[in-house]
Nanobody, 115 residues
């Protein structure tokens, strides 16, 4: 079955950096787009970044120029490099794949940006 495991979250000061990882299994990783979402307290889950199977990338306006999504097909892993973090980036970050008409999610990793 499809399994997504995120890691790399934590507490960081404003202006700092974190790199999130998502290890995937149970499907053909290299053939599928991967997405990172986030959900802040009291807010809806929002799409942060996407990378296609051909490594075409898209970003939410709020993170353009600060976040970079990437993938390593040999490791079945997607990454989200987050730089210049702001308090408003605080959220639980989720890895997502849309596969065979279903959405699959990881358990999420907490990112807290605070001084």
């Amino acid at each position: 079955q499809v399994h997504l495991v995120e890691s790399g979250g934590g507490l960081v000061q404003p202006g700092g950096s974190l790199r999130l990882s998502c290890i995937a299994s149970g499907f053909s990783f290299s053939a599928n787009a991967m997405n990172w979402y986030r959900q802040a307290p009291g807010k809806e889950r929002e799409l942060v970044a996407s990378i296609s199977n051909l490594s075409s990338k898209n970003y939410a306006d709020s993170v353009k120029g600060r976040f970079t999504i990437s993938r390593d097909n040999a490791k079945n892993t997607a990454y989200l490099q987050m730089n210049s973090l702001k308090p408003e980036d605080t959220a639980v970050y989720y890895c997502n794949v849309h596969f065979l008409q279903f959405d699959y999610w990881g358990q999420g990793t907490q990112v807290t940006v605070s001084s």
